[in-house]
């Protein structure tokens, strides 16, 4: 049989497939559809990081020699109203929900961040601190904060020094025996201060102790259905918790009454950074004192050793503390307003 020609065999293809696999320049393929549009997501909402910014922080290099701290220029706290048992520090999360967290690179990121900043922070930072201005970071405030514009001082869950309490049924990580500083708070204005060391408890008694402030006693003493002092003592570090139980909490009974031990909170956890950030604790190793109002606003903030113009300062505002929470709500406003003129009026006057 002989065989087929070339042409022969391009003829049989044409037959067999049709299509030729010449272009035709005339008709254009069609373009290829956008992909769809994804729907525009909402930006997420910021982590609440309260600083006290401006003139409040310190700006500085920590060996800066030159270094002045500065009055707060605003007031600080946290945004939000404390809550009863908020803070305990426990982790309340499920075993599903802890294995579904192991399982997310997202989350184990942000704990790697987070202990890349503690790592980072030197153990002695604090103490280095104290070589300047003995740790003061800033300057109490001479008038109060606008109760309008005042922040919320957050809530601390310790145990108390009350020897007969009755244990609650919740697991708070003292054996029921927790308490919320809210619930002592509210309705009272307080004189909060805030230790975690000896060192910071004798900058706190510069402040507060009778031989070195008697005027705040006796308003103290004179306004006891109104004004109250809360003393709360931070101890994170598992050692020296157990030796403060063990070997401090006698003595520091017998040095108050039954109503005072009630208002000495023992805290071993739940004090976030954004909760010493917020209220402007910058260094563990000083003390702190607050002046807050009956709904628990921060309306005046003293740290370190006291100056005598903050002291002066400390008895004046508590005393106009003391005297806007005696006065009805709906006749404060009118209140203070024909105050200030008269001291203002007063003042020029006097000039």
């Not at 310190?58 to 009863?84: C, H, V, W």
Request: glycine share 6%.
């Amino acid at each position: 049989m002989k065989a087929p020609s070339p042409l022969g065999l391009r003829a049989l293809r044409l037959l067999a497939l049709p299509t030729s696999t010449r272009r035709c320049y005339a008709s254009l393929p069609d373009k290829i559809p956008p992909p769809p549009r994804s729907v525009p997501q909402p930006r997420p909402v910021a982590a609440f990081r309260p600083t006290p910014s401006g003139p409040d922080l310190r700006k500085k290099r920590d060996d800066d020699q030159d270094f002045t701290p500065y009055p707060l220029a605003r007031p600080i706290g946290m945004p939000n109203s404390p809550e009863s048992g908020e803070n305990m520090g426990l982790d309340k999360r499920t075993l599903r929900q802890r294995r579904d967290d192991f399982h997310n690179y997202d989350k184990h990121l942000a704990k790697r961040a987070k202990m890349t900043k503690q790592i980072a922070k030197p153990y002695f930072r604090d103490w280095s601190n104290m070589r300047f201005h003995k740790g003061k970071v800033f300057v109490a405030n001479e008038r109060l904060f606008r109760s309008e514009h005042a922040l919320y001082f957050p809530n601390f869950f310790g145990k108390t020094l009350a020897a007969a309490q009755v244990r609650t049924a919740t697991k708070d990580g003292y054996g029921g025996l927790g308490r919320s500083t809210c619930d002592v708070m509210k309705g009272k204005v307080s004189v909060v201060s805030i230790v975690s060391n000896v060192w910071a408890e004798q900058q706190m008694m510069t402040f507060c102790s009778p031989e070195s402030n008697p005027a705040l006693h006796e308003v103290l003493e004179q306004n006891g259905d109104v004004a109250q002092r809360v003393e709360i003592n931070h101890e994170n570090n598992f050692l020296k918790w157990h030796l403060m139980q063990l070997f401090a909490t006698g003595s520091l009974r017998k040095s108050r009454s039954v109503e005072e031990q009630k208002r000495y909170f023992m805290v071993r956890r739940g004090v976030s950074d954004v909760m010493k950030e917020a209220i402007g604790l910058l260094n563990d190793k000083c003390g702190y004192v607050y002046l807050v109002d009956e709904e628990c606003k921060i309306r005046w903030a003293g740290s370190a050793v006291a100056e005598e113009h903050e002291k002066e300062g400390m008895v004046r505002n508590l005393q106009k503390l003391i005297q806007e929470a005696r006065t009805p709500k709906h006749q404060r406003e009118n209140f203070l307003e024909n105050k200030a003129k008269l001291e203002e009026a007063v003042s020029d006057v006097m000039i």
